[in-house]
């Protein structure tokens, strides 16, 4: 455990977020660059987002899934955020839980453009920062502000 900092330098790479109130590491799935079912190229979008918001401090953990088509081997359904490639598009859902309370997550659009969805998510996550209280998941937050409340604000 100790030599963890140090192995992260040895990389050359930023440390990674996998524990506490933040944005955890993005998890995807092959999408178009390895898989031959990907219909979109969730590699590159996952970067992106990773780049954007990884290690993020925010009120509660949260969760991001990217995957290049149905088959959601990133396990979307589950995340706080979940984008799944489609062949006209992103879809993107929100609200997923695992754990001891799960719960799959609702699509809230569909046939968005890399760009489209990129900034759907970084709404998504700033509503999440501005309104979760602390520990919150997208799941609570949701339940207690309403889907319609939350559709209004981010879309």
Request: hydrophobic residues 40%; aromatic residues 4%; charged residues 25%.
């Amino acid at each position: 455990e100790e030599d963890i900092d140090r192995a992260w330098a040895d990389l050359g790479l930023p440390p990674g977020a996998a524990v506490g109130l933040c944005v955890r590491s993005v998890k995807a799935c092959p999408g178009t660059t390895f898989c031959r079912l990907g219909q979109q190229d969730s590699l590159a979008v996952a970067g992106e987002l990773d780049k954007r918001h990884h290690g993020r401090q925010l009120p509660g953990k949260f969760k991001i899934g990217v995957a290049g088509c149905v088959n959601q081997c990133s396990e979307t359904c589950i995340k706080d955020l979940g984008l799944v490639g489609k062949k006209d598009g992103w879809t993107v859902m929100v609200g997923g839980n695992g754990g001891s309370r799960p719960q799959l997550a609702e699509t809230i659009a569909e046939g968005l453009s890399d760009a489209d969805a990129l900034a759907l998510a970084d709404r998504i996550v700033g509503y999440f920062e501005e309104n979760a209280k602390k520990m919150d998941r997208m799941s609570k937050l949701l339940k207690r502000v309403g889907m319609d409340a939350f559709k209004e604000a981010v879309l």
